[in-house]
């Protein structure tokens, strides 16, 4: 066996291997996104059995095989059973962790989408918070932490400071906001109110324990939803199961 490694993580996804195994995927603070073999997890009797899942936060011990890592042993800080019997929350719970996984990478300092995952995951137990915000802040969040957010905090065609206090518009296209008279000649650009222009500012550029402190009218969340929603399709090139899963249930309620 080679020497134990010890990584803070969260489990992102699970799937079965063979008759008792797991392969689970781990986005890690000092590794970045990983898979690991967890033996045994699916035994009654395994000590793997509860912490090889997905939404489980904590400290994951590994050895490093020929081809990937294996699972040595689990300190579990966090294991949101409780979201598990709610929906639609499970959905969007399971869709923050397919758009983590999209933008994870090996080798790399995970320590803020973790953050992230954790404060919204822990956003969607709050009964006092619509799902549907919580999705609109965790996806522009995760656009920023990745380094294409959208520019929000000025024109991003002639830099001006002052779209908060003039007709505003978004473009996909352009990634960002853009003053009246740049957006003359912009196809796509969509006119933004001031309360939704606000509100995308405090998501991109507050501080993380923040993000969800705040909730918008239901004209305002509307608006959210059409901008970010084609700003995260824009910047992403797969359909995600869990958001399909969330349509279907759209359409029946």
């Known amino acids: 066996m080679s020497d134990l490694i010890t990584v803070q993580g969260v489990v992102l996804s699970a799937m079965p291997i063979g008759e008792y195994d797991k392969r689970i995927v781990l986005l890690t603070r000092e590794r970045g996104k990983i898979s690991a073999f967890a033996k045994g997890a699916r035994r009654l009797n395994s ?133 009246g008279r740049c957006a003359m000649g912009v196809r796509d650009a969509v006119r933004i109110s001031g309360a939704a222009l606000y509100a995308m500012q405090f998501i991109i550029s507050a501080p993380m324990g923040k993000l969800y402190t705040f909730t918008v009218k239901e004209e305002v969340l509307e608006e959210l939803e059409y901008h970010i929603r084609r700003y995260t399709a824009f910047n992403t090139d797969r359909r995600f199961k869990s958001l399909e899963i969330l349509e279907v249930m759209s359409l029946t309620t």
């Open 47 to 179: 000590p793997f059995m509860a912490a090889a899942n997905p939404f489980v936060f904590g400290a994951f011990t590994l050895y490093e095989g020929r081809s990937s890592y294996n699972l040595n042993q689990v300190s579990v800080t966090h294991h949101f059973v409780e979201l598990a019997g709610m929906q639609p929350g499970i959905y969007y719970g399971y869709y923050f962790l397919e758009l983590a996984d999209y933008f994870g990478r090996e080798g790399t300092d995970e320590r803020e989408m973790m953050n992230l995952l954790y404060v919204t995951v822990k956003a969607l137990l709050n009964p006092h918070i619509d799902d549907r915000l919580v999705r609109c802040v965790y996806e522009l969040r995760t656009m920023a932490v990745q380094g294409i957010g959208p520019q929000v905090h000025g024109c991003v065609s002639c830099g001006s400071g002052n779209v908060q206090g003039e007709p505003a518009f978004f473009s996909q296209n352009e990634h960002g906001v853009l003053c």
